[in-house]
């Protein structure tokens, strides 16, 4: 990797051969391979390292119209001078020799560790039926990614919100709950049930058979084809919602906003007083 002292060189090896034990789960490679690797690694990591930079790591979705707020996301974490801001997917691939010339079934997870091992943020961008990012997700969630990770879901209400700002946001969380394909009837119950008693303790007065007609017209009228998270997405961001690392959005501009909420404060610089004597 970069020049530096000895003892930067033994920890940043330490942290490369942590962040691919975690990968490989026990996978032996080629000794071409991991020459690859290397290559990869000292090409690609030392952006995530140069002195006095805020280094981000931006997850999101290529399809479609969506790799728009990929983009605004990594223009508005990048816009500082002292900040780089690292597209996973923009990365040149690590060139292995498993993948036999198809995609390599290791080349997003080599990557994923490396990249978020060494970037002082990971910023990931959903929205709903944007693709199968429950993975990624996933793997941000683990206990090496999570304290340094933010989320950004689209038109995200919460489940697990303790803090409604009126009887509508309530019913918006109810609307999502009800049209969870992935929870059964009894579970849904339990979730509404749980969301009507926090919604009294913020002070909203909602009665249980107001919430059932608000349901039953919502699922009468539901468009079969409206975009949705699943159940798996919004059990995983209420793990970053009580952490205080889910920040929601509803426009393109509402999204530059929480980018620059969540972008870290610049590195202090050196402020030494050098003596006259």
Do not use: F, I, Y
């Given at each position: 990797m970069g020049n530096g002292n000895g003892n930067g060189n033994a920890a940043r090896r330490r942290r490369v051969h942590a962040a691919l034990?975690?990968?490989l789960s026990g996978v032996t490679l080629s000794?071409?391979?991991y020459t690859a690797i290397r290559t990869w690694v000292n090409e690609e990591l030392p952006q995530l390292q140069a002195a006095g930079y805020t280094t981000y790591v931006v997850f999101g979705s290529y399809r479609r119209e969506y790799h728009r707020s990929l983009r605004i996301a990594q223009y508005e974490l990048a816009k500082p001078t002292t900040a780089t801001?690292?597209?996973l997917g923009d990365?040149?691939?690590l060139?292995?020799?498993l993948g036999r010339d198809r995609t390599d079934p290791l080349e997003f997870e080599l990557k994923f560790h490396l990249l978020t091992e060494f970037a002082d943020r990971n910023v990931a961008i959903y929205e709903k039926d944007s693709g199968g990012e429950a993975v990624e997700l996933g793997l941000l969630r683990g206990d090496h990614c999570f304290d340094q990770t933010v989320v950004l879901p689209r038109d995200y209400y919460g489940i697990g919100h303790t803090d409604f700002g009126g009887k509508d946001e309530v019913l918006a969380?109810?609307?999502r709950i009800a049209f969870a394909d992935d929870l059964d009837e009894s579970q849904k119950k339990a979730e509404l049930r749980g969301l009507l008693a926090t919604a009294r303790d913020d002070g909203i007065e909602l009665t249980e058979h107001e919430l059932t007609v608000f349901l039953d017209d919502a699922l009468e009228n539901r468009d079969e084809t409206e975009p949705s998270y699943s159940w798996v997405h919004l059990a995983l961001f209420r793990q970053f919602e009580v952490a205080n690392r889910?920040?929601?959005?509803h426009s393109r501009e509402d999204l530059r906003e929480a980018v620059t909420s969540v972008a870290l404060a610049a590195p202090g610089q050196w402020a030494v007083d050098v003596d006259a004597d």
């Open positions: 034990q975690r990968a000794s071409e391979d801001a690292v597209v990365t040149p691939p060139g292995l020799t969380v109810a609307r889910c920040r929601t959005w």
